[in-house]
């Protein structure tokens, strides 16, 4: 695949740069990275130069549309990738923060049976510069505000395309200057990955999608649990929780009837008191391929209030961006119409 401004090393970008001075390596590099900036942006370095790496180093993502709701604060973005694949990341303006929801492949193999991109089946892994390149786009586009927080929530699962994730993490933080605690990772329970993850040296937050705590229900909600089932994930994480020092969260997207009754939320306190877990808990979000309604409000009011008197900390997510289908498991590919991509 084309080489994009992105994928280069720092080690590539000199071996490119050979006929220039060598402070012009870390110009460049500090000019993509820590300023934000394509490469004709950047005015300290000769126009020649300039023109000449705006064609060797492309954009890996090309903005094939652009929405916004919430009054501006939340921006979602479609991409289109080298090879005819596309992809989303959102933008979401708080009081308090800016946080940008990055994909990590196009299309996902989880296959979780309410959420959007699972329901599009998997295309590919992204590669460590398509992921950078989703936080660089979204930095630009917050100024003059910072972006202070990444989650890896977009499309795909992060853990299944590890490698290049954890390049994209540790880039993220070295050179976008973005802490590592301000850095989401997050699974539907790839054990392995989980298990990676706790030797790794910079401490990211992980945050594990459950929506079921017992092993039939989740199931049929993430099938990835017939592969590591409840008990097996929880050992896993328990001893991630105790390498890192690190509180778990645990995402609960509640569905009515399906995984929001007091039973369900007895069960999930039992899942998540013992890993001193916090729940963040998310009304199911309409998808096309999964016609069942999210909770309530005043049901998901009640199990946060169950859940907190079941001694376990809970939060409601707030939903932004439901409109645009910007929400929590409702990213997939579109046309600019919105009409489903047919396969």
Known sequence: MPRSAYDLSREELAALLTDEPAYRTRQVWDGLHTRALRPAEMTDLPLALRQRLDEQLPAALGEADR?????????????????????ETVLMAYPDRVTVCVSTQAGC???????????????????????????????????????????????????????????????IHADLGISARHLTVSTVGLVPGIRRLAGESLPVNLAVSLHAANDALRDRLVPMNRRYPLGVLAETCAAYVAATGRRLSVEWALIEGTNDRPSDMAELARFARPLGAHVNLIPLNPTPGYPVRGSSPVRVAQARDELERLGVNATVRSTRG????????????????????VR
């Open 67 to 87: 929405r916004t709701a919430d009054g501006g604060d939340t921006v979602k973005w479609l991409w289109d990738l080298h090879d005819g694949r596309r992809v």
């Open 109 to 171: 193999a989880m296959a979780c049976a309410f959420c959007a991109t699972g329901q599009m089946g998997f295309d590919r892994h992204l590669t460590t510069g398509e992921i950078v390149e989703q936080v660089v786009a979204a930095v630009r586009a917050a100024k003059p505000r910072r972006v202070s927080n990444v989650v890896f929530m977009g499309m795909g699962e992060p853990l299944a395309n590890y490698d290049r994730m954890w390049a994209a993490v540790e880039r």
């Open 322 to 341: 439901a409109e645009i289908d910007a929400a929590c498991g409702q990213l997939a590919v579109r046309t600019v119409v919105g009409t489903p991509r």
